[in-house]
């Protein structure tokens, strides 16, 4: 079992740079991915995202990729045309709001001239392939320590939810239990009133319809097979399905209209008692399956 929530963070220095990857996961009900590459190496994006879609199926899933380097093939050429037409009208504008000396355009500062687009452009020549083999190692080596990190989390999920499981076997044991002790309760209770009301002149026919129309509206059998098939179904996805959270979340469902419904003809406060118990276990599975891939 895998959980959905995750870090990893590895980070290599060689002798001109400095690779760093992290990924990090949220809870999601689908594969929410995004990679932030920098602009340069934005075409290596597939190849990324790639290498870590058949590992991560779910979740909002944050991959950051960060190279940083002390050396450059960085070039920056100057657009000198560009940036006397700049200072021109800079400086036409200055004269015309009275703000204007007797410099003209030579007393624009530069760093203003600079700031003005294509003035300065800057041409950076790269190896892409080059990159590629710098970054793939460290990824790889954050994208195993990411999915061991969600990988020990979902144990202590599967922990959890098979401890809250077993809480909702037992309620499941306890309604079968008491079902038949129930049917004798009903039988003495309507039996008792009819002797109560009529005495020796009670028809037993009459009461045993009455008893019979009591078991079916209060009867709790069918709620109790359906809850027992219900627990099994949800142990074997867990033990089964390496990504089961979806289908947690429909089992719980069934278990829940099952006990809501055992709850709705309960008659006895220690049946009453036990189906709280049993909502509580089913909500902790609930709130503990939106964490599972």
Known sequence: M????????????????????????????????????????????????????????RGKTDVS??????????????????????????????????????????GVPLSLIVQQEGVLVSHREFDLECYRTLIEPVFTRALTAFIADRRREGENLRTDLFAKIAELDAAAAFFAEWQPRMELLFRESITRRFNELLGDAADPQRVMTEIAAMLVKYTINEEIVRLQSHLAALKTELA??????????????????????????????????????????????????????
């Open 65 to 106: 990729i960060r190279i940083r380097e002390e050396t450059t093939d960085t070039r920056v050429s100057v657009d000198t045309a560009a940036a006397r037409a700049y200072a021109d009208a800079i400086g036409r504008v200055a004269e015309a709001l009275g703000r204007g000396d007797a410099n003209g355009a030579a």
């Open 2 to 57: 895998t959980s959905m929530t995750g870090y990893a963070y590895v980070e290599e220095t060689g002798e001109t740079y400095t690779v760093s990857v992290e990924i990090k996961s949220y809870n999601s009900r689908f594969l929410d991915l995004t990679i932030n590459l920098p602009s340069f190496l934005g075409r290596l994006e597939t190849f990324f995202r790639e290498k870590i879609t058949p590992s991560v199926l």
């Open 240 to 293: 089964e399905n390496p990504a089961p959270g979806r289908k947690i979340d429909f089992i719980c469902q069934e278990i829940n209209r099952e006990i809501n419904t055992i709850g709705s003809k309960n008659q006895f406060p220690e049946v009453g008692a036990m189906v709280i118990t049993a909502k509580n276990a089913l909500e902790n599975i609930r709130e503990q399956a939106r964490n599972v891939e």
